[in-house]
Nanobody, 122 residues
Framework: VQLQASGGGLAQAGGSLRLSCAASGRTFSSNYMGWFRQAPGKEREFVTGIRWDNVTRSQDSVKGRFTISRDSAKNTMYLQMNSLKPEDTAVFYC?????????????????WGQGTLVTVSS
């Protein structure tokens, strides 16, 4: 079972990036999935998550700017990030729970991608 995150890179403030998380080894169509990020010197934090029926939740700092989505047929999750800010700079991780229920806690997630670096310049 593997989650593979991709799409990170360098963006200017106000710009956009789209992250992808491809799952292999099993289907995650029923699992709660999420994106986390970890900035230098900080703890990993929940960014946004999506339920099997596409109900989403996000932290306040990204509401209106980041959009999570999933394509169950492709077993892939996405994070569209618009209006990027320098404070969004972090390693972004995709993750999945062995549950259908939402959670913002790192310890509730059973599967993790390797992380992809997003750097936003001012």
């Amino acid at each position: 079972v593997q989650l593979q995150a991709s799409g990170g890179g360098l963006a200017q403030a106000g710009g956009s990036l789209r992250l992808s998380c491809a799952a292999s080894g099993r289907t995650f169509s029923s699992n709660y999935m999420g994106w986390f990020r970890q900035a230098p010197g900080k703890e990993r934090e929940f960014v946004t998550g999506i339920r099997w029926d596409n109900v989403t939740r996000s932290q306040d700092s990204v509401k209106g700017r980041f959009t999570i989505s999933r394509d169950s047929a492709k077993n892939t999750m996405y994070l569209q990030m618009n209006s990027l800010k320098p404070e969004d700079t972090a390693v972004f991780y995709c993750a999945a729970r062995s549950s259908i229920y939402s959670s913002t806690s790192v310890t509730d997630y059973n599967y993790w991608g390797q992380g992809t670096l997003v750097t936003v310049s001012s």
